[in-house]
């Protein structure tokens, strides 16, 4: 059911009103429009939302200024909408013209009227039962991607499935990968070049998983690489023998595009089992960014951040794409705030290391030696010694998108400020079952107070521009946007606006109905800005999340979809 909602000045009343009621804008969309290459390329200039992080750099940065630090305060309600599963919500509402793509948990699709929120139509995915048995983390969808006429859903029984964006018909679905036996879905599609990549997950399950381009008018699958490689291929030699077969290298976040050096890149998880003693060696390409070439998959170069990884330090989190200056130099950079606690900054022509800083408590990863990161050997867990390190597995920042500011030159990213403790366990693989050979906890930073920030690096320098801390986890993605603004939802269930310079808060939502966890979208439809998140608390924290758990327990579960713009 569609739900509008009116501010008071201190909390959100719901009002559900009939359809007659509405706007004249409530008309179903005229006509969708297609989504071409050319369209792609030059997604961040578009007034849609066309794809996972804006546009194929990942700058969640969108020039839009109609919102900006001076009225962002007079930012109101205009439409919600509330789905009925309770699970997580990680999904970026995805805009072409007036036509809203949402996804929830268990693959369900939802095209909504951007301005009035009016349902045009819904898909959902049938899921075997046991298709959801092996699935880490909740069982979540982080979007759609859009080209040509369709719509692309990859799912967790490892479909990609191709609807039409007007009707919800199913155009093609192709099965990448059996279900059942330890392999799941749960990222946004990218569509590149008249292809559709998506990347396996299931490193907690002994997979070895791959990142796969399948042509997007018909699905047929054009190149597949595997991201643990076999015997007598580049790496192979970085693992004991027989173990690259369930070597885990999970694929299951969106990659990025470069179109000036015509390079893909994609984030890889952690190896498996976790327990590093059990694989002798770096376990390439696990804990690594790759850069691809698009047309074949083949591997460019690759740098890994974490070598012979214990700690579950995934290196899936979004690369981003930007130019910066570093002691006087040009850099044509990426950057990602890793799991392990370092932000890096690479050169994406070659792969090497301009610089990596902190910006959390790091201390399994201690530090670097000619461009490559070394580890702190005493804090490798074994089957007799248990280790306290930081951050824990959910990382310094787990998978939630940072954003990147041209203007500012600065990257907003969410953060978590844990540390764990973590013990070897005797494991053993079969398909299926969990394949971790380690046993954890979650515990405070003990060094900081609060369980999260959203934070602000400078690019140029790697040095923290402000910080504003969260006694709460902050477990949602950020964006950025001309008007000076960053959005970003709490745990707490408030969609906040900073500004982007100071961090000062110059807006904070009524509390919505859950936590939020997704990253926020904006678009304009005839000239009015339009702000959209998705709060719906789950995900990792609430199941893995230790000492966290009792913090955030008393959170309502359910997703609802809201909808602002200034009166």
Known sequence: MTIIHVFSRRRLWPLALLAATLAPAAALAAGYPQVTGARLAAAATDNGWLMFRRDYAGNSYAPFRQIDTANVKDLRLVWSYRSHLKEGYEGTPIVNGDYMFITTPKDHVIALNAVTGKVLWKYEKSLAGVALKTVCCDVVNRGVALY??????????NYVVALNAETGRVVWQRQIKPADVGYA???????????????????EYGARDFIVALDARTGRELWRRYT???????????WPKGMYK???????I????DPSTNTLFWGVGNPGPWLAKLRPGKNLFTDSLLALHPRSGKIKWYYQYTPHDSWDYDGVNTPVITNLRYHGRQYRAVVEANRNGWFYAIDRLNGKLIYAVRFTRATSVAGFRNGKPYTDNALRPTLTKQVFTCPSFLGGKNWWPISVDPLTHMAYVPTIHTCMTMKGAPTFYKAGLPYLGETFKVVHDPDDRNWGALQAINLD????????????PWDAGAMSTAGGVVFSGSARGH???????TGRVLWRSPQLSSGIIAPPST???????????LAGWGGGTPIWGGQMVESVSNIPRGGHLYVFALP
């Open 148 to 157: 040509g006429n369709d719509v692309y859903l990859a799912t967790l029984d």
């Open 185 to 203: 879905m749960t990222l946004a599609p990218m569509t590149l070049k008249g292809m559709v990549i998506v990347g396996e997950s299931g490193g």
């Open 228 to 238: 643990i490689p076999a015997p007598g291929h580049l790496g192979g030699n970085t």
């Open 246 to 252: 369930h070597g885990g290298g999970s694929a299951w």
């Open 254 to 257: 969106t990659g990025t595009y």
């Open 461 to 472: 320098t790697g040095g923290q521009a402000w910080d504003h801390e969260s006694a709460l």
């Open 495 to 501: 969609l906040y606006a900073f500004d982007a310079r």
């Open 523 to 533: 678009y304009i439809v005839d000239g009015k800005q339009y702000v959209a998140i």
